[in-house]
């Protein structure tokens, strides 16, 4: 079995310090630690969870709670997360809450507060303080809390600055009849809601239109439940059922919803990019092998499970080291494809 100290002598580095990157430890340069890290992939390190409990108190293992698992974002999202808490040494046990409040609850008391020593929690129903008391004191990082005033260490997606960029790119693409499928304007009157992505996206949307001197009608904004390819493809028949399609550009604000679209459009003989350019928002992994191939603002993954991991082994390993909540955002970039090409 591959030890610790096999590790070490891998990347050249005291067994100390190799099990202190390993841990995810902030003491450790990123530079030593991305050399560890490596050192233990090429050996196929695996740590003794059970040894490590014994010394510790631990058991080496981080709870990922995610809403629903059989979407492609949420579900990329958790494989990214995963593998970045694998490369620590460490475990994951990723479950669904499908936004059930029951769910929510039975998973932080039942899953996470006893088997794991930390979590990363996308939130729903479940209130700050019922969390608080349902992890029972162990770190957890909550992912795009829509919380106004943080409790919580939390990684956000760059919901408003990304969906500022896609709506930017219509604009920039001759655009003139936009259209934002996935929530209308009313959710920014609630103030429960202000923080929430699709709030936030709606948020960046207005900026780019006032940035561009642009209004839109309310109208133009068009709330979709569930954000899915099926809601958004069924939307695409009945706007096109109208006669003349309403709109030359449209920002859907998942992907999920964006292929919804262009496929509905496409069912409807209405052409994507040459009648209406789509473009989306994640960056999900079909959105680049569709036809056409989907524009995209992709939320950059990796990051996102990097900072969300190093966050709550930071919290591990420094209990008592902070009390002000962090909030990081994942960086994102804006994949333009062939659904926004106009050649206008």
């Not at 262009?262 to 069912?267: P, S």
């Amino acid at each position: 079995m591959v030890t610790m100290s096999d590790v070490a002598k891998e990347a050249d580095v005291s067994r100390a310090t190799a099990s202190y990157a390993l841990r995810g430890d902030t003491r450790i340069a990123e530079k030593t630690r991305t050399k560890v890290l490596a050192a233990a992939k090429r050996l196929n390190y695996s740590a003794n969870l059970s040894a490590r409990s014994l010394r510790s108190g631990r058991n080496g293992v981080i709870g990922v709670a995610i809403f629903e698992l059989d979407k492609p974002y949420p579900s990329q999202m958790s494989a990214a997360i995963s593998r970045e808490i694998n490369a620590h040494g460490m475990q994951a046990i990723i479950q669904q809450t499908m936004n059930s409040r029951e769910d929510e609850v039975s998973i932080l008391r039942r899953v996470t507060s006893q088997l794991c020593d930390g979590t990363i929690f996308s939130p729903g129903n479940v209130s700050n303080e019922e969390m608080k008391a349902l992890t029972h004191g162990k770190p957890i990082v909550l992912l795009d809390d829509p919380s106004v005033r943080p409790v919580f260490d939390s990684v956000m997606t760059a919901s408003r600055e990304g969906a500022r960029t896609a709506v930017a790119h219509l604009l920039a693409q001759g655009c003139h009849r936009i259209g934002v499928v996935g929530s209308d304007l009313a959710i920014l009157d609630e103030p429960s809601m202000k923080n929430s992505v699709a709030a936030r996206r709606l948020s960046g949307c207005l900026e780019a239109l006032e940035e561009g001197k642009r209004t839109l009608s309310p109208d133009s904004f068009i709330g979709l439940e569930p954000w899915d390819e099926d809601s958004a493809r069924s939307l695409a028949h009945s706007l096109a059922a109208q006669g003349d399609f309403p709109f030359d550009g449209v920002f859907c604000i998942t992907d999920s919803m964006a292929l919804g679209m262009i496929r509905g459009l496409h069912e409807c003989g209405i052409s994507v990019p040459r009648d209406v350019a789509v473009i989306g928002f994640d960056g999900i992994n079909e959105s680049a092998s569709y036809i056409p191939s989907l524009t995209t603002i992709s939320t950059d993954r990796e990051d996102l499970a990097h900072k969300a991991v190093s966050i709550l082994l930071d919290d591990l390993n420094q209990p008592d080291g902070r009390t002000k909540p962090r909030r990081q955002t994942a960086r994102f970039r804006l994949d333009v494809r062939e659904s926004t090409m106009l050649g206008r």
